[in-house]
């Protein structure tokens, strides 16, 4: 889940081109198609990302990634550090639909303003891989599958001790942007419903991160971008 650019974790996010670019010349690398796929490097438009690579981004610096109870409050837990990873399974010709598999998602340094909680112990996304997908017109979707649904679990410290949350969306799915102008993906209030947990954990999670840049990490770190 770009220049391309549970909860966590992935869990999963470009100025668009919404038409077909010109092919360079074939690239050096054996192993890539020609231009104009839907996910290039180091440029729009550029050299195909292959299949099998490993594209990665932690979280934008100077961001959270957020889980509130509201979709314009700041009541929730907040993590200062989040990185997610995934490997690219098809690459078509643009405009089109890349796929991948979302293999892992992280969140760290969090901390609560949740009243009657303490600290936070750990932030989880379950049930990895989800199946992710991204279109030419930056739409990024992570989908889970009913019998690995998409679901997070938040360990908290509290007065009365530990409590563990668990999370699950409503649709099985995560939806966010990829943006190339700021080499990113963005989610944006994405709900979480709490499936179990005591009355300390809120009943909606509202998660929210912008992870930036994306990049290829089988490729030296290139910059990734959507076509």
Do not use: H
Request: hydrophobic share 40%; proline share 5%.
């Amino acid at each position: 889940m770009l220049r391309y650019g549970k909860i966590g974790g992935g869990l999963v996010a470009l100025a668009l081109l919404t038409g077909l670019v010109a092919a360079p010349p074939a690239s050096a690398d054996p192993s890539a198609a020609l231009a104009g796929n839907v996910l290039t490097y180091p440029t729009a438009g550029g050299t195909a990302v292959a299949v099998n690579d490993v594209i990665q981004a932690s979280l934008k610096t100077g961001t959270n990634a957020t889980f509130y109870s509201s979709t314009s409050g700041t009541t929730g837990i907040k993590c200062a550090a989040s990185s997610f990873s995934a490997k690219v399974l098809t690459n078509p010709t643009a405009p089109g639909t890349a796929t991948e598999s979302l293999t892992a998602q992280s969140f760290g340094t969090c901390t609560t303003n949740v009243f009657g909680t303490t600290g936070v112990q750990s932030i989880a996304l379950n049930n990895l891989p989800y199946a992710t997908s991204v279109t030419s017109a930056g739409v990024v979707k992570i989908s889970g599958t009913t019998a690995a649904p998409v679901q997070s679990t938040v360990v908290l410290n509290s007065l009365l001790g530990t409590i563990t949350c668990v999370y699950r969306t409503s649709t099985n799915s995560l939806t966010g942007t990829a943006a190339n102008a700021t080499n990113s993906i963005t989610f944006t209030n994405q709900p979480f419903t709490k499936f179990s947990g005591p009355s300390l954990c809120f009943g909606t999670a509202y998660f929210s991160a912008t992870y930036s840049p994306v990049r290829d990490s089988t490729k030296g770190n290139a910059a990734v971008y959507v076509n």
